[in-house]
């Protein structure tokens, strides 16, 4: 019998009505497969209690705030456990920490080192369904948490450790579409993706999937399905490349609003002055995604680079800071920008694929500022005006709604 882990964000577990349906499919499938479940906490539970933390202390202390935050997954668990017992299936819920999930000292962001197996396994050998409280973990005897998307990562780690034949992430979406459907309504479900494929849109915002979970996925090689949770349907099956793949020049469309860039110009063009620019930069804990050098007149360059939108006025507040170390004349800035990449492992067998891009903006009259490339990425800057325009272009010209 194949053993495969299931996980249920917070929106598919949000009402006990919710639960109980999920209950009934979960038990359905036990007749013929093994089950772990792991679940995130109810609706915005986590949400709530991040709010009560921050009105009780404006630096909470990390175990505290681990032991608080951690108790929304124990409602959940034990809520399905009842459910699924009220239908005759045996079932057990375990925490983090009783399911042998052990992770690193760095509360609200710990990363798991290690699953001791043999309390799930015993308990599957009974029988029985076993639901495990995600996000958590446990290090020297005190509970930890994941992070953001915690839950994600759990799953695909308990899968990782008990072999499991898949990963299926239950959600509100029924797959991964090929771009955001609310900006092009031609968007298309896409049935199978590679975990680089996944991994470049999920560092680009899309919310389907936790990075760190795509990531272990791809490290240990399993199986992930995004799926709906309370609608038939074969999902996004998330795996390992293979020739088959490369058929499908472009996967999606990825794009992110959280960008902002900044110009400074007229800096000195001579060796070291990038480092002088972003050495202060880094120095501030400001990660920069984008980099343009332009080389001016008179021995002056322009130096352009992209930070988040969160970072925009603490690093124009260090570039100012730092304007003798920098010798610019002066700095211009704008969040008015988004990012706008094609990602797609077919790249790799493919030429022109940026030129194709390029001639696309360039026929519906959308200027791009900046451009960066890698084996299975196109990334444009473009004037935020322009994102839905862009986009809907190149899902045509790239005919990404067809199968």
Not at 58 to 84: C, F, H, T, W
Not at 218 to 225: A, D, L, Q
Not at 293 to 306: E, I, K, M, P, R
């Amino acid at each position: 019998m194949n053993l495969i882990v299931k996980k249920y964000g917070g929106t598919s577990v949000a009402t006990a009505t919710k639960i109980k349906n999920i209950a009934k499919k979960i038990v359905d499938e036990s007749r013929s497969s093994k089950i772990v479940v792991v679940l995130s906490a109810m609706g915005k539970t986590t949400d709530q209690l991040v709010s009560l933390a921050n009105k009780c202390s404006k630096n909470p202390d990390g175990r505290d705030y681990d032991l608080l935050v951690s108790s929304g997954e124990q409602v959940s668990i034990s809520l399905l456990s009842m459910a699924i017992k009220q239908l005759g299936k045996d079932s057990i819920a375990y925490t983090g920490w009783q399911a042998g999930i052990k992770t690193n000292n760095t509360h609200a962001s710990a990363r798991i080192t290690q699953i001791n197996t043999s309390r799930i396994k015993k308990s599957l050998k009974e029988g029985k369904i076993v639901i495990i409280a995600g996000f958590q973990g446990i290090n020297s005897g005190y509970i930890t948490t994941l992070g953001r998307g915690g839950s994600d990562t759990s799953a695909v780690a308990i899968a990782a450790a008990l072999k499991a034949s898949e990963c299926q992430i239950y959600t509100d979406v029924d797959g991964v579409y090929t771009t955001d459907p609310r900006v092009c309504n031609k968007a298309r479900k896409v049935d199978t993706m590679t975990y680089e494929e996944m991994l470049e849109m999920s560092g680009l915002g899309s919310k389907v999937l936790q990075l760190r979970s795509v990531e272990f996925a791809s490290k240990y090689n399993v199986p992930v399905r995004v799926m709906h949770a309370h609608h038939a349907g074969t999902g996004t099956l998330i795996k390992k490349e293979e020739k088959s793949v490369e058929d499908a020049l472009i996967t999606g469309i990825a794009f992110t609003k959280d960008e902002s860039e900044i110009m400074i110009r007229g800096v000195k063009d001579s060796p070291g002055i990038a480092a002088s620019i972003l050495g202060p930069i880094g120095e501030a804990d400001i990660e920069v995604d984008m980099i343009v050098q332009n080389v001016g007149s008179d021995g002056l360059a322009d130096f352009t680079f992209t930070v988040s939108r969160k970072d925009f006025n603490k690093a124009i507040q260090v570039i100012e800071k730092n304007k003798k170390k920098m010798n610019y004349e002066e700095v211009s800035a704008t969040k008015n920008i988004v990012k706008v990449s094609l990602i797609g492992v077919g790249m790799r067998s493919h030429a022109g694929i940026a030129g194709q891009m390029f001639s696309c903006l360039a026929k519906k009259k959308i200027n791009i500022r900046m451009i960066s490339t890698s084996e299975i990425k196109i990334s444009v800057v473009i004037d935020q005006k322009n994102l839905e325009n862009a986009v809907k272009a190149l899902h045509n010209e790239f005919k990404l709604e067809r199968k």
